[in-house]
């Protein structure tokens, strides 16, 4: 009897607490209703989505290096820079260092020339005062070019070129990364190229289509220093005299048309003598020469050679396009003009070098509507473009 009268106590407790429930959820809506007879347990996590852009580099195809050795320069001439020792006295060099006349008139002063050009050419470039000037002028005023060249073709050759053959040697050294063409082919093409009627125009570019190079290196000894130190005691009397020459080593892409890589290399020479006698080294020059330029060859096969250190490369090769316009009657097609990505290339008719890929080409012409079109350029090409009349 006891555990029925708890049974049945039991269920007035459960009654009792499911209509205390029944009078809470009156009047909520269904779903509040459901969840108080059955509990939820809800665990909300924040996912927090981080998005990895990986930019890639475009991998270009390592191509190895064509390069010509041009005939170097020196500072030390008549009305520029002396060379001096620590006294302000001018150094006197063995006159194995110096050319003689025969010498000098072996020299090419036709590579001289397009060597003052291209140094002419990138200072244009650079050079932000002239900004305005460069677009007037087409980025290279022809005729001050065309003045320049024939002053160093019909003036006094440098007094010294010792130097290319050296660099040429030490670079052969690294024939996996460096090609090195002739100097004499170099030279038959800079002479042809000056026979072109529009020359210097575009004249490194075709250089590199003439020839294949795809560099040019030529340097200039901008310095000589000589620091004397004299011994006296014990009996004996030397004289100590270090030597430094500085040689500014620059390396020019053709494709690109502007000096990819330049520095400064320093050779180092000491000599040591009793100063009673009259024993000297004849080689100094030479020595120093040997010295720089085997640091600078080094140097440019570690910028060069494919790797974490590399920092130059080539340039692919332009190609030609031809644009030959017409407009029927008297039309001439050099009368029209030619725009390419937006700039004044030139008249009608001619021959354009600009890089492969997509370009923009536009034709005007007085009295004809103009024409714009799309090129996708992989190799040379030609095209016709005829024009209509306004």
């Known amino acids: 009897m006891a555990e029925k009268a708890e049974g049945a106590g039991l269920m007035k407790k459960c009654w009792g607490m499911a209509a205390a429930a029944a009078v809470l959820t009156a009047g909520l809506p269904p779903a509040a209703a459901e969840q108080t007879t059955e509990v939820k347990t809800e665990t909300k996590t924040t996912t927090v989505i981080t998005q990895t852009v990986v930019t890639e580099k475009t991998k270009t195809k390592w191509s190895p290096f064509k390069v010509c050795v041009l005939d170097f320069t020196s500072l030390d001439i008549q009305g520029q820079k002396r060379f001096l020792d620590q006294q302000n ?3 006197e060099i063995p006159p194995q260092c110096t050319l003689n006349d025969a010498d000098r008139a072996s020299i090419n002063s036709v590579m001289q020339g397009f060597v003052r050009m291209i140094d002419a050419w990138d200072n244009t470039r650079t050079n932000t005062a002239n900004r305005a000037a460069q677009a007037d002028d087409n980025v290279f005023d ?25 660099l040429s040697a030490y670079l052969g050294r690294h024939n996996d990364v460096f090609g090195c063409m002739d100097a004499s082919q170099m030279a038959a093409a800079m002479q042809k190229l ?30 000589l220093r000589t620091r004397s130190n004299s011994f006296k005691g014990y009996g004996i009397e030397t004289k100590t005299t270090n030597y430094q020459l500085d040689v500014i080593i620059k390396m020019v892409d053709l494709a690109a048309q502007h000096t990819v890589y330049s520095n400064v290399y320093t050779g180092n020479y000491r000599e040591q003598r009793p100063v009673s006698t009259e024993q000297f080294d004849n080689n ?7 010295s720089a330029l085997e640091q600078a060859a080094e140097e440019l096969y570690d910028v060069c050679k494919p790797g974490r250190k590399n920092r130059v490369s080539v340039t692919p090769l332009p190609c030609a396009l031809t644009v030959i316009t017409s407009g029927g009657g008297f039309f001439k097609s050099a009368k029209s003009e030619i725009y390419i990505d937006g700039a004044l290339a030139g008249a009608g008719g001619n021959t354009f070098l600009i890089p492969a890929g997509r370009h923009t080409v536009e034709v005007r012409a007085e009295g004809c509507k103009s024409r714009t079109f799309e090129v996708d350029l992989t190799s040379d090409r030609s095209l016709n473009v005829k024009l209509e009349k306004q």
Not at 145 to 165: F, N, W
Not at 284 to 290: D, G
Request: glycine share 6%; net charge positive; charged share 20%.
């Open 284 to 290: 100094i020059f030479q020595s120093l020469m040997t």
């Open 89 to 91: 006295r001018p150094i």
């Open 194 to 223: 000056q026979q072109a009627p529009d020359f210097p125009r575009d004249f490194m570019l075709r250089l590199a289509r003439e020839t294949g190079a795809t560099h040019l290196i030529y340097g200039t000894v901008s310095d």
């Open 142 to 166: 022809r005729t001050k070019a065309l003045e320049l060249y024939h002053t160093v073709v019909k003036g006094p050759s440098r007094p010294m070129v010792i130097g290319a053959d050296y």
